[in-house]
């Protein structure tokens, strides 16, 4: 799966998480004087909040961009030079490019975030205030923001056309791989469904589970400074009283409750939905072999594969009734959660309109991306169980031990 399309996997994505690390470290901790030293001396927190195409002109964005896009391309010619790969230039730099994207995508919402507050707080002022408010003043600020929508309404969909071509990379690396050592596989249960299938079926559900996961990354490190500045505004919250960065902190542990939740409540459909799919590809290939061999894929023989269909689907159904119950409880209980949270501050009357909007667009965004794994978990699911079955590939290619079930498999063969 990933020895096809990078450069020695674990090697490279250890090295990609430390450099990673290192290079954000050392934005955090010197960007200033980076920027000073080149001539682009950045902006404090505050001024560098602008709404529309300015907030992508700012020298700490520009800045940004160039200190990526270096490290990058060291990162790249490294691996080029100590261990090239034939679909490098995919695995490294397509990955790259989607990083970026991801980043783009996110500071547009932060550029929205400020109009936000800007525009409802005109709409207060226009409701509730003596002081009278000019229809230009709304249209100003409309436009303002609309070239940004529309730049990235174009943006979003070239970036939609090069995801699903480097995908389509990553299963044709996994395709070549796997035919190229079709001798060593072919003994493996389903091995043709695994090497066409279930190639398809991982790469088209790698690209939405990660992009998920980057996506709720980045809205982290962009959103989390924003809601302990919110922080400041709300008077309290409710059984806590008035602590210090209060939404930051129950936008960060709500949500870990909700994954760890999850992942204890669903933790043995991965394997379900493995074995769904082997019996699944047991009853098919005797079909197909009955098409051809009139000795084969008889009624009784027929009703005993089917009969372990059942068998598995009537399990999987029964845990995904409890794991269903337990996500719609939290649910419900994430649906109120925030409006409980802002009562004693509208109450008290310390924010505005604006404002709310503001703290309601970040919070929500923060809760989202730690609750990632919980939404993604039904996701993740099913890419787990295609994983157990390419996994058994490794083993057979490597030489190594078969997982426990394709080893009951052959040993039913004999």
Do not use: C
């Amino acid at each position: 799966m990933f020895h096809s399309f990078f450069p020695r996997p674990k090697l490279f994505f250890t090295s990609a998480a430390l450099y990673g690390l290192g290079a954000m470290l050392f934005w955090y901790f010197y960007s200033h004087q980076l920027g000073a030293a080149i001539g682009l001396p950045l902006l404090p927190e505050d001024a560098k909040r602008l709404v529309g195409l300015k907030h992508f002109a700012t020298n700490n964005m520009i800045l940004y961009l160039l200190y990526f896009w270096t490290l990058i391309f060291a990162f790249y010619f490294f691996w080029k030079t100590y261990a090239p790969h034939p679909w490098q230039n995919w695995s490294i730099l397509g990955t790259a490019f989607i990083i970026f994207t991801s980043f783009i995508g996110i500071q547009t919402t932060v550029s929205y975030n400020t109009w936000y507050g800007q525009f409802y707080g005109l709409i207060q002022t226009a409701l509730t205030s003596e002081e009278t408010v000019k229809e230009s003043e709304f249209y100003s600020l409309i436009l303002t923001v609309l070239p940004l929508a529309m730049i990235i309404m174009f943006w979003s969909a070239g970036v939609v056309f090069f995801t699903k071509h480097y995908i389509f990379r990553w299963r044709t690396a996994m395709n070549d791989y796997y035919t190229q050592r079709w001798s060593r596989l072919r003994h493996i249960e389903g091995a043709s469904q695994r090497v066409q299938e279930d190639t398809m079926r991982f790469a088209a559900t790698m690209e939405p589970v990660a992009e998920s996961a980057l996506d709720a990354i980045m809205t982290l490190f962009a959103y989390v400074p924003l809601l302990a500045i919110f922080s400041a505004s709300i008077s309290a919250i409710p059984i806590f009283g008035d602590i210090p960065y209060s939404l930051m902190w129950v936008a960060i542990f709500w949500p870990i409750i909700g994954t760890v939740l999850t992942y204890f409540v669903g933790i043995k459909l991965p394997g379900l939905e493995f074995e769904n799919q082997r019996v699944e590809a047991a009853f098919r290939k005797e079909l197909v072999l009955g098409e051809d061999d009139y000795e084969r894929a008889g009624p009784p023989e027929l009703r005993m594969l089917f009969s372990n269909v059942r068998k598995n689907y009537f399990k999987l159904y029964f845990h995904y009734t409890y794991f269903t119950v337990a996500r719609a409880l939290y649910n419900q209980a994430d649906t109120f959660l925030f409006f409980v949270l802002l009562v004693p501050s509208i109450a008290a009357k310390s924010i505005d309109f604006g404002l709310y909007r503001q703290i309601s667009d970040a919070f929500n965004r923060v809760s989202n991306s730690f609750l990632y794994f919980y939404r993604a978990w039904p996701t993740i699911i099913e890419l787990l169980s295609i994983h157990k079955r390419l996994a058994a590939f490794e083993a057979a290619i490597d030489g190594g031990e078969l997982p426990k079930i394709d080893q009951e498999y052959l040993a039913g063969k004999e």
